[in-house]
């Protein structure tokens, strides 16, 4: 098949880079056109990108005229794009997203302005893959000939993908999350050094709240036309900490069914899904990878693990106090498992599934 034409909405932001690093040379998607605010619309990429990567600016992007987010002027400019990755702020996906979708672009969104609408599938292709069924029921109600699918909050990513094999093989029952999460989760503008240097902060606004109710809808069941929540207590208390990049959280979880640290480790070592089966370009071949050493997950060495897109869980140990308790430790990169790869991995999922 020929590529298919995408664009990046909010393509000079952290994640819109990691869009550009993702898509540079991707077998099924073609770059044809950037986004971002006003201030930055007309003018040249490399004069607007607040550029964070150790790579250059790819050099047929530099100079490319960054457009306005807005569906009319991007087909005017360029006809042939169907597919639209957003890297919004939650605020303009709000307004954005729907335009876009209506006007019959498929959306894979990072924001979370529209994750917990009901109609909306909130996916990771590991583990909801069904979910995406949501968008016939989405087109007939909103009358859109485009949709939009989104991806969870990076924090949420992370654990939801290591929980997901205990969920399938223990059952889960409840469970408590502490976060240690990367500086870059807030966005190039999100924290000033003086803030962060030598520091913890033990609050991110909204973040506990997306942990708690994504989580649910994620590992919830398909039936009929909406998605019943999972029936697991969730509770989180989320830390932004002094780390460039990869969110690490502890999680203690308290199982239905008893299971030795082995067998725990064992079923994550195994855990594969969809997007394995299908070999689908940007999935890790192991979602999961365990760790057998004491000290580690460690965000500076294991947040790259399969380009970014695994989770490293390790420090798998009993719980104490939990009936059938489990506790461990899970690193992943919060701007590619996260983020920009999250929707990559989705778009590709469409395109297996034949809505692109
Ligand atoms: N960072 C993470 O780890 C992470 C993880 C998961 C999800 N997300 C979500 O992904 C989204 C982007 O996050 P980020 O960290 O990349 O933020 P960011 O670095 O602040 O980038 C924001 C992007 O949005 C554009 N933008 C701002 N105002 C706009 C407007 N009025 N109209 C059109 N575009 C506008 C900016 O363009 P200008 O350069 O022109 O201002 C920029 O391209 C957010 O919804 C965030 O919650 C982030």
């Given at each position: 098949?020929?590529?298919?034409?995408?664009?990046?909405?909010?393509?000079?932001?952290?994640?819109?880079?990691?869009?550009?690093?993702?898509?540079?040379?991707?077998?099924?998607?073609?770059?044809?056109?950037?986004?971002?605010?006003?201030?930055?619309?007309?003018?040249?990429?490399?004069?607007?990108?607040?550029?964070?990567?150790?790579?250059?600016?790819?050099?047929?992007?530099?100079?490319?005229?960054?457009?306005?987010?807005d569906?009319?002027?991007?087909?005017?400019?360029?006809?042939?794009?169907?597919?639209?990755?957003?890297?919004l702020?939650?605020?303009?996906?709000?307004?954005?997203?729907?335009?876009?979708?209506?006007?019959?672009?498929?959306?894979?969104?990072?924001?979370?302005?529209?994750?917990?609408?009901e109609?909306?599938?909130?996916?990771?292709?590991?583990?909801?893959?069904?979910?995406?069924?949501?968008?016939?029921?989405?087109?007939?109600?909103?009358?859109?000939?485009?949709?939009?699918?989104?991806?969870?909050?990076?924090?949420?990513?992370?654990?939801?993908?290591s929980?997901?094999?205990?969920?399938?093989?223990?059952?889960?029952?409840?469970?408590?999350v502490?976060?240690?999460?990367?500086?870059?989760?807030?966005?190039?503008?999100?924290?000033?050094?003086?803030?962060?240097?030598?520091?913890?902060?033990?609050?991110?606004?909204?973040?506990?709240?997306k942990?708690?109710?994504?989580?649910?809808k994620i590992?919830?069941?398909l039936?009929?036309?909406?998605?019943?929540?999972?029936?697991?207590?969730?509770?989180?208390?989320?830390?932004r900490?002094?780390?460039?990049?990869?969110?690490?959280?502890?999680?203690?979880?308290?199982?239905?069914?008893?299971?030795?640290?082995?067998?725990?480790a064992?079923?994550?070592?195994?855990?594969?899904?969809e997007?394995?089966?299908?070999?689908?370009?940007?999935?890790?071949?192991?979602?999961?990878?365990v760790?057998?050493?004491?000290?580690?997950?460690?965000?500076?060495?294991?947040?790259?693990?399969?380009?970014?897109?695994?989770?490293?869980?390790?420090r798998?140990?009993?719980?104490?106090?939990?009936?059938?308790?489990?506790?461990?430790?899970?690193?992943?990169?919060?701007?590619?498992?996260?983020?920009?790869?999250?929707?990559?991995?989705?778009?590709?999922?469409m395109?297996?599934?034949?809505?692109l």
């Open positions: 098949m020929g590529r298919i034409g995408v664009a990046i909405l909010g393509a000079t932001g952290t994640v819109g880079q990691e869009f550009i690093k993702l898509l540079l040379n991707h077998p099924w998607f073609e770059i044809r056109a950037l986004t971002a605010s006003p201030a930055s619309a007309g003018k040249p990429y490399h004069k607007v990108a607040r550029w964070h990567l150790e790579m250059d600016i790819p050099e047929e992007l530099r100079d490319m005229t960054v457009l306005p987010t569906p009319q002027a991007l087909k005017e400019e360029e006809p042939e794009v169907s597919l639209v990755f957003s890297a702020p939650s605020e303009i996906a709000k307004e954005a997203e729907p335009k876009f979708a209506e006007a019959g672009y498929v959306v894979c969104s990072n924001a979370s302005a529209y994750r917990m609408h109609d909306i599938p909130l996916v990771i292709p590991e583990v909801n893959p069904d979910h995406l069924k949501l968008i016939e029921v989405q087109r007939k109600k909103r009358g859109w000939s485009g949709a939009i699918v989104t991806n969870p909050n990076c924090t949420t990513i992370v654990l939801v993908l929980l997901k094999p205990l969920v399938d093989e223990f059952g889960v029952r409840r469970l408590f502490s976060t240690m999460q990367a500086i870059s989760g807030a966005g190039y503008e999100g924290l000033p050094s003086m803030a962060m240097i030598d520091n913890v902060i033990p609050f991110i606004e909204r973040e506990e709240e942990v708690e109710t994504e989580t649910l590992l919830g069941k039936v009929g036309e909406s998605v019943v929540p999972a029936s697991i207590g969730v509770s989180a208390s989320c830390n900490v002094h780390v460039l990049h990869g969110h690490t959280e502890t999680v203690f979880v308290e199982l239905e069914k008893e299971a030795s640290p082995e067998e725990v064992e079923v994550m070592d195994r855990f594969t899904g997007p394995q089966r299908l070999e689908l370009p940007t999935a890790p071949k192991k979602p999961i990878h760790r057998p050493e004491a000290n580690r997950p460690q965000p500076r060495f294991d947040r790259d693990a399969e380009g970014g897109m695994a989770v490293v869980v390790g798998i140990r009993k719980d104490p106090i939990l009936e059938n308790g489990i506790k461990y430790v899970v690193t992943g990169h919060n701007l590619i498992r996260g983020a920009a790869g999250a929707s990559v991995l989705n778009a590709e999922l395109v297996a599934h034949e809505y």
